[in-house]
């Protein structure tokens, strides 16, 4: 197996039968239990990798929380709990006080979790517990030709709040780096109506081609319709397409659909062709997204 993300959680689906897995191609994995559906996700975040080391531990615990839920916003799911997993630090007390404040602004309790010591970098992880309010739940793989291509809010504030932090400028609003907000509303409030839906994390170009693949279709994008921030230097705006951490909802609905929230229309789902996306006129050049690899 050759390393790196993609190659390992394709060998993962070799080991994968169970429907509620959704064949490892979708944000939660969607479990039928007791008459509930429920709706679960697990991502963790690593210093160095996925935060810069002299962050606030309070501000890497709201995230953590954020992007988790953003997993279950993209199902449409209602939270029912969260079990942490964390890694021992000189400095605990921030991390506590962070998460409380997360977990009390987003109103999830905390059901429990596990605490080690690690020689290396600090890692951090974090399970999700929803419940469905719609059925079908939402997934990545029922965009249909004819379809039209939403996105809840623009790409590329939280590269700019990390150059930011990196650079050490202290007059930048760094908050979509480092205390992203999951679409919780949003999310429970689309489910209903659209075809396919899921968070933008790793870039929007990467995961709208996961989402194209998962669907069988192409999404053509429009590169003119794609909402940047105000602020986004003109030079920049390809690289906001695909540096990531957004947790924007992507979604597809019926043609002449209109969504219940504000939502950017950015394309069209065309009939599956050579490639799984258009950014214009042509498939993407260069990175289309983040991949640990
Ligand atoms: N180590 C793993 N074990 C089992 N399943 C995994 C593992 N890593 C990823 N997956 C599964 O692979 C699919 C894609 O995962 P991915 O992490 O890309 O989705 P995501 O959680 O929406 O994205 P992100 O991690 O950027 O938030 C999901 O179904 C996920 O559960
Ligand atoms: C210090 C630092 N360097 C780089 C980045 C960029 N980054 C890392 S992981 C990721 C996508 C989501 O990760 P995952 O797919 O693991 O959920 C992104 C955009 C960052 N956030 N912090
Ligand atoms: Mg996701």
Known sequence: MSSGEAAFIAALRGLVSHPAARGLADDCAVLEFGGETLIVTHDMMVEGVHWLPEQDPADVAWKLLATNLSDLAAKGAEPIGVLLGYTLTEDNARFAAGLGEALAHFAVPLLGGDTVRSPGAQTVGLTALGRATCKPVPSRSSARAGDSVWITGPVGAAMLGFEALSSGNPSADTSVYRRPVPRLAEGRALAPLVTAMMDVSDGLLLDA???????GVTLALDPRAIPLPADLPNERARDALSWGDDYELLFTLPSGAVP?????????VLPRGDAPLLLGEAPPAGPLGFEHC
């Open 209 to 215: 081609s996961r989402l194209a693949e998962a669907s």
């Open 260 to 268: 219940p929230c504000r939502a950017h229309r950015i394309g069209t």
